[in-house]
C-alpha cells in the first residue's frame, strides 16, 4: 500500500506541476480531485491493466476529448498510459446483456483511448472480448468476438489504424467474476484493452 | 473392530486414489429388472486377484438405473457355473437373472474369464462366454460383460466399456489457473490427461474410430483446433485462422471435421475435407452461425444461428444450401447434436431463465425439457442412445450429470477435482 501511495504522488506531483495534457487550471483541480480520491489498481504500460466502471471519470475525460478534437490527436502525444488520472487507466469496456453496441458510459473512454492509439501509430493494443456464463461456450466465444469486434469498429472510426488493433475472443473462459449473479454477469460481459 | 475400520479406510482411499468421477444415482427408473450377480469365483492359489469382476458388473448394471441388483447377503448359494444354480433359491428372492461366474489363471500372467448369465424364470441360459484377460484388462473385460449382459437383457448395446473426454479447471497452489483435457472410462475410472494448458481448451470431440480427439487451444493467446491421437498424444494442427477458430465436429465417416471460422468477418461453419485440407464454407450470413453437428448418415448439417434474431437451430445439406430453421419453441436454442438414432437433438434451451438439456423430436417438432438447469450446457449422447451426459453449474462450481433419453432417471456425476464441463461420450468401442 505504502508503495502505490508513493508511486501516485510520483505521478501526480508532474502532472500538478506540467499541467498534464491541457493548461486551463481548473483541469489541474479536476485531476487532482478526482486523482486524490480515486483507487489505484493500475500496473505499467505493456501489463493488463484494468480497472471497475468509472461513471465519475467519464466526465473528466469527456472535457479532455473534447480538448483533444479541438486540438487534435497532438493532444494526447505527451499523454502516458501509466498515469492512473487519466482515462487511458480504464481499460475495461463493459457492456449490456446479450449485447454488443458500445454503451454511452464508454464513448469518452473510447474516444481517449483512440486518440492516443491515433497519436502513437506504433503503439498496438489487444482488444479481448468476454461474455458471462449463461448459454453456450461456443455462442459466448462468437459473442466476444462480436465485442471486441464493436470496439474495434468504434476506435477506427476515430482514426485508428487498423494494423494497431488485434482482437481475440475468450468467450466465458476467462471471467473476472465466477459469482452466479447479476452483478458477477454484469463485470464479465467486457472487452479488455491490453496494451 | 479396529481391522475393519481401516479396511474401509483403506477401500474408500483406494477408490479416491483410482477415480476422479464417482457416480451417485439420484433418481431410479421404474421397472428396473432384478438380477443377482453372484461374486465371480477366484483362483483358490496365488495372489488375490486386482480387481472384482463381479462387483464391477454390478456397479455398472447398478448405474444405468435399468437394474436392481441383489445385495450379496441376501444370496441363498453363490455357484460359479451352471451345475451349480439351483434357480428355486433365485425365484425365491424375486431376480428376473442371474449372472455367475469365474476367473482362472490361464498359465502365462494373465487370466481366462468365464461368465453365464440365465433367465431365471424360465430357468435357461441366456448367454456363456470365456473371455481372456490380463491383469490390467480385468476392469475392462468386467465393463465388456455389463455390456453383453445389458444388451441381452434390454436389446440396446451397453456403452460401459466406452470412455468420456472432459475437461477440468484447477487453480494451483501457485494462483496459476490450470486447463485440462482428459479421458476417463464411462465410469470415471483411469482418468488420462491429454494435454493441459494455462489457457482454455474447448470444445474436444471424438474422432468416429475412438483414436483422436478433436479440440480448441487457447495457447499462444490465439484459437488454433488441434487433432490430437489419444494413445500417442501426437498431435496436428489442422486450423489457425485469423478470428475464431473452433468447434470442431468429424463427420461420421471421420474424413471431415466442420468446424466454426470467422476470417471472413464473422462465424461462419465450414467443412475441412482432412485428406486434402480443402475448405468448404457452408453458411454465408452476416449473423453468428456456430456448433455444427451431422446427422447419422453424414449428410445434414445442424448448428446454431442468430439471424433471426436470437439462438435458434437450423438444418442445411452438408454440401451447403439454404438452411432450414428447425426450432421454434422459446427464444434461445443452441448446439444441438443428433441422437444416435438420427431422430431427435439433443440441445440447450432456455424455458423460464433456466437453461436446459432439451430433446427435439425431428418428426414431431415437439421439445421436450429433460432438465432444470439454471445453467445445464454442453449435451453429448451416449452412443447406445439411452443417455445425455452434460455439465451443469451447481454451487458456482462446474461438475457433470447424466439424464436418460426418456427423461425419468437422472444421475450426478461427482469430481473432486477443480471444475468439470464440457463431456463428451465416446464412440462404441470397437
Redesign the interface.
Known amino acids: 500500500m505504502k508503495a502505490q501511495f508513493v508511486r501516485i504522488l510520483t505521478l501526480v506531483i508532474p502532472l500538478l506541476l506540467l499541467g498534464g495534457c491541457s493548461s486551463t487550471p481548473s483541469k489541474d483541480e479536476d485531476k487532482a480531485g478526482v486523482g486524490a480520491g480515486a483507487s489505484v489498481e493500475t500496473r505499467g504500460a505493456g501489463e493488463r491493466g484494468w480497472r471497475g466502471e468509472r461513471g465519475e471519470r467519464g466526465t473528466g475525460a469527456g472535457e479532455e476529448a473534447d480538448t483533444s478534437s479541438v486540438h487534435g490527436h497532438g493532444a494526447w502525444a505527451s499523454a502516458s498510459l501509466d498515469d492512473p488520472n487519466s482515462p487511458l487507466a480504464t481499460r475495461t469496456i463493459l457492456f449490456d446483456f446479450?449485447s454488443s453496441n458500445i454503451r454511452s458510459d464508454f464513448v469518452e473512454v473510447l474516444r481517449a483511448h483512440a486518440g492516443y492509439l491515433a497519436a502513437h501509430s506504433t503503439v498496438q493494443v489487444?482488444l479481448e472480448g468476454h461474455g458471462d456464463?449463461?448459454?453456450?461456450?461456443?455462442?459466448n466465444?462468437?459473442?466476444g468476438?462480436?465485442r471486441a469486434h464493436a470496439v474495434k469498429q468504434f476506435l477506427m472510426a476515430e482514426g485508428v489504424g487498423g494494423d494497431q488493433l488485434r482482437?481475440?475472443?475468450?468467450?466465458e473462459?476467462?471471467p473476472v467474476d465466477?459469482?452466479?449473479n447479476e452483478d458477477a454477469w454484469a463485470r464479465n460481459r467486457r472487452v479488455e484493452l491490453v496494451y | 473392530m479396529y481391522r475393519y475400520f481401516l479396511a474401509v479406510i483403506l477401500a474408500l482411499w483406494q477408490a479416491l486414489a483410482y477415480a476422479d468421477l464417482t457416480i451417485e444415482i439420484t433418481e431410479g427408473v421404474q421397472g428396473a429388472i432384478p438380477v443377482a450377480i453372484v461374486p465371480f469365483h477366484a483362483p483358490d492359489e496365488g495372489a488375490p486377484l486386482p480387481e472384482d469382476i463381479g462387483a464391477t458388473v454390478a456397479a455398472d448394471l447398478a448405474r444405468s438405473g435399468r437394474f436392481r441388483i441383489l445385495p450379496e447377503q441376501d444370496m441363498l448359494s453363490r455357484p460359479s457355473s451352471g451345475a451349480e444354480v439351483d434357480f428355486h433359491d433365485w425365484r425365491t428372492l424375486g431376480q428376473d437373472a442371474l449372472v455367475v461366474g469365474r476367473v482362472q489363471p490361464n498359465g502365462s500372467g494373465g487370466y481366462l474369464v468365464q461368465f453365464q448369465l440365465f433367465d431365471v424364470l424360465r430357468g435357461e441360459q441366456v448367454v456363456a462366454y470365456n473371455v481372456p484377460s490380463t491383469a490390467r484388462g480385468l476392469r475392462l473385460t468386467a465393463h465388456q460383460i455389463a455390456d453383453i449382459i445389458y444388451e441381452k437383457l434390454t436389446g440396446t448395446p451397453g456403452v460401459f466399456a466406452s470412455r468420456i473426454a472432459y475437461i477440468t479447471e484447477e487453480r494451483g497452489r501457485d494462483g496459476v489457473r490450470r486447463v485440462t483435457l482428459k479421458v476417463s472410462d464411462a465410469d470415471g475410472y483411469h482418468p488420462q490427461t491429454i494435454v493441459s494448458s494455462t489457457e482454455?481448451l474447448?470444445?474436444p470431440a471424438w474422432s468416429p474410430d475412438g483414436r483422436r480427439l478433436a479440440y480448441v487451444s487457447?495457447e499462444g493467446?490465439?484459437?488454433s483446433v488441434y487433432i490430437q491421437e489419444v494413445l500417442t498424444g501426437k498431435r496436428e494442427r489442422v486450423a489457425a485462422y485469423e478470428?475464431?477458430n473452433?468447434?470442431p465436429a468429424w463427420s461420421p465417416d471421420g474424413r471431415r471435421l466442420a468446424l466454426?471460422l470467422?476470417r471472413e468477418g464473422?462465424?461462419e461453419i465450414y467443412v475441412l475435407n482432412l485428406g486434402s485440407r480443402a475448405l468448404t464454407r457452408i453458411t454465408r450470413n452476416l449473423a453468428?452461425d456456430?456448433?455444427p453437428a451431422w446427422s447419422p448418415d453424414g449428410g445434414t448439417l445442424v448448428f446454431?444461428s442468430?439471424r433471426g434474431g436470437?439462438?435458434q437451430i437450423y438444418q442445411v445439406s452438408a454440401s451447403g444450401g439454404e438452411p432450414r430453421r428447425v426450432t421454434f419453441d422459446g427464444t434461445?436454442n443452441?448446439?444441438a447434436s443428433y441422437a444416435p438414432d438420427g431422430r431427435s437433438l439433443t440441445l440447450?434451451t432456455?424455458r423460464g431463465g433456466a437453461?436446459r438439456i432439451g430433446l427435439l423430436n425431428l418428426a414431431s417438432g415437439a421439445l421436450q425439457e429433460l432438465t432444470g438447469g439454471p445453467?445445464d450446457?454442453?449435451p453429448s449422447f451416449a452412443p447406445n442412445g439411452s443417455m445425455i451426459i452434460y455439465g451443469a453449474?451447481v454451487g458456482?462450481r462446474g461438475e457433470l450429470s447424466a439424464v436418460s433419453a426418456d427423461g425419468r432417471m437422472r444421475q450426478r456425476i461427482v469430481v473432486d477435482a477443480g471444475d468439470v464441463r464440457?463431456p463428451a461420450w465416446s464412440p462404441l468401442s470397437k
Open positions: 446479450d489487444t456464463e449463461r448459454g453456450t461456450r461456443e455462442y466465444l462468437a459473442l468476438e462480436r482482437e481475440i475472443s475468450y468467450g473462459e476467462r465466477p459469482g452466479q | 482454455p474447448m470444445s487457447f493467446k490465439r484459437q478470428g475464431i473452433s468447434a466454426v470467422s464473422n462465424p453468428i456456430t456448433e446454431t442468430d436470437t439462438p434461445y443452441a448446439r440447450v432456455r437453461f445453467l450446457e454442453s453449474k458456482g464440457e
